[in-house]
């Protein structure tokens, strides 16, 4: 079983509509979690991190449920420009961050 | 400011050569950090560099797989005998202290590794 598992997808999204997805991790001593986004051939950028009591930042809502081991994001109003992977990451004792293999989502018209 | 650069950014080679990815890290940032993606893949953690302490090189897959940062700064991953299986985008990191467990990475572009 792999450290850090999510769907990967696709999901596909109307315009408009709301998308949710989780990931779930292993190793109970995690202590730091984020959601990254890539876009197809680019570099992964930080779209924000994930905190106890559950962090909005915008459009875009992350929380956390340690009892379940899982993070999910939460998409609402989606854009066309929302379309890409979203990694999450755990960080564990020790500052390796450990990635998931990406939920792809794809908005459309 | 300039971010995380890397190069060369695409890399083609013959199963057999050596080579070397290089990594220049967001100036300041005492922690750099060395992934690989392959194609359609996550990201796989590779090996770690936190100021003067020891590198965390758990990630790396063989002894083909080396690394080095000088200076605290520049980064080069090297890899020796390459396989075809090596090809996919190299991803360097780096942060500014790693030692949060919050700290955030910053990402470069990445190498793309092709070996034929």
């Known amino acids: 079983r792999k450290e850090v598992e999510q769907d990967p997808g696709p999901f596909n999204v109307p315009e408009g509509a709301t998308v949710a997805f989780n990931c779930t991790y292993s190793?109970?001593?995690?202590?730091?979690f984020f959601w990254y986004r890539q876009d197809c051939r680019k570099e992964p950028k930080l779209l924000m991190s994930v905190y106890s009591s559950g962090n909005e930042d915008g459009r875009f809502t992350a929380q956390l449920n340690r009892a379940s081991q899982y993070i999910s994001l939460l998409i609402r109003d989606s854009k066309l420009s929302d379309s890409a992977t979203y990694l999450c990451g755990t960080k564990a004792a020790g500052n390796k961050l450990t990635f998931g293999g990406g939920t792809r989502v794809l908005v459309k018209p | 400011g300039a971010g995380v650069s890397q190069s060369p950014s695409n890399k083609v080679t013959e199963k057999g050569k050596d080579v070397e990815l290089r990594c220049d890290p967001i100036?300041?940032?005492?922690?750099l950090y060395w992934y690989r993606q392959s194609l359609g893949q996550g990201l796989e953690f590779l090996i770690y560099?936190?100021?003067?302490?020891?590198?965390?090189k758990s990630g790396l897959p063989s002894d083909r797989f080396s690394a080095e940062r000088t200076g605290g700064s520049v980064s080069t991953l090297t890899i020796q005998r390459t396989q075809q299986e090596d090809s996919a985008v190299y991803l360097c990191a780096s942060s500014p202290q790693g030692s949060l467990s919050t700290d955030t990475q910053y990402f470069g572009p990445g190498t793309r590794l092709t070996v034929l």
């Open positions: 100036s300041g940032h005492t922690a």
């Open positions: 190793n109970s001593a995690s202590q730091s």
């Open positions: 560099f936190q100021g003067n302490s020891a590198p965390d």
